[in-house]
């Protein structure tokens, strides 16, 4: 079973430009997160789907980070313009989960992520 | 809201020694208690998870963990370490409601010397 893909695995890019991520989740699994780890941190949750539904983006900064999952498969985060503190790992996950009512002891599964260098 | 404390932030351990990695939590809610390891270069994956019943759980590559409600605790084990679960760890923590965010530790660096 193929695992969860993300491009690019690095990106360089200088402050105030613009920048995206891709991800594609593991094949029927409806629920896709976006998390963002800064260097000496946990994973911090910064957007979760439930097929093309936005389940929870109250810590996404909205003023500059988006992203999409129009068909309900691969997703795209993007940020415009960058900062310097947006350096960090950027992971996907996905789970199984069909619905928001189903509960949350389901796993998660990651990708192996992309570095964002901002200069 | 919830939290997760993960008390050590390097462990360095000899190879065939015992480890512990400790991890308390607080939150409003019941929760579900989860262990991930992620090695260099590579996205985080699924240890061990405790959902309910016995408090003690096993997990994959030797490691177990004991859910203690009362101290609001979720300390992992290995009874002896190898070279290779030199890694990152992290404890999180899921609310029980529905949505179900979930919340991580900052993580204990794993060092095993030969």
């Known amino acids: 079973e193929a695992g969860v893909a993300q491009s690019p695995r690095y990106k360089i890019i200088e402050k105030r430009q613009s920048v995206a991520f891709w991800c594609n989740p593991i094949s029927g699994h409806a629920t896709l997160y976006w998390y963002q780890q800064i260097l000496g941190q946990g994973p911090k949750l910064l957007i979760q789907f439930q097929n093309n539904g936005v389940v929870d983006d109250s810590q996404l900064p909205k003023d500059r980070f988006s992203a999409e999952r129009l068909k309900g498969v691969d997703s795209t985060l993007k940020i415009q313009p960058a900062k310097l503190e947006d350096s960090a790992v950027y992971l996907c996950a996905s789970s199984f989960r069909q619905s928001p009512l189903a509960g949350s002891t389901d796993t998660q599964y990651f990708g192996p992520g992309t570095r964002l260098t901002v200069l | 809201a919830q939290s997760v404390t993960q008390l050590d932030s390097q462990v360095p351990v000899f190879e065939e020694a015992p480890v512990e990695l400790r991890c308390n939590y607080s939150s409003s809610v019941s929760v579900y208690l989860f262990w991930y390891v992620q090695y260099p270069n590579q996205g985080l994956q699924l240890l061990l998870k405790y959902l309910s019943g016995s408090t003690l759980v096993k997990g994959i590559n030797g490691f177990e963990a004991e859910f203690n409600k009362s101290q609001t605790s979720f300390h992992l084990r290995k009874p002896s370490v190898h070279i290779s679960d030199t890694a990152e760890y992290f404890c999180?923590?899921?609310?029980?409601?529905?949505?179900?965010?979930?919340?991580f530790g900052d993580g204990t660096t794993l060092t095993v010397k030969p």
């Open positions: 999180a923590v899921r609310g029980n409601t529905n949505a179900g965010k979930s919340t």
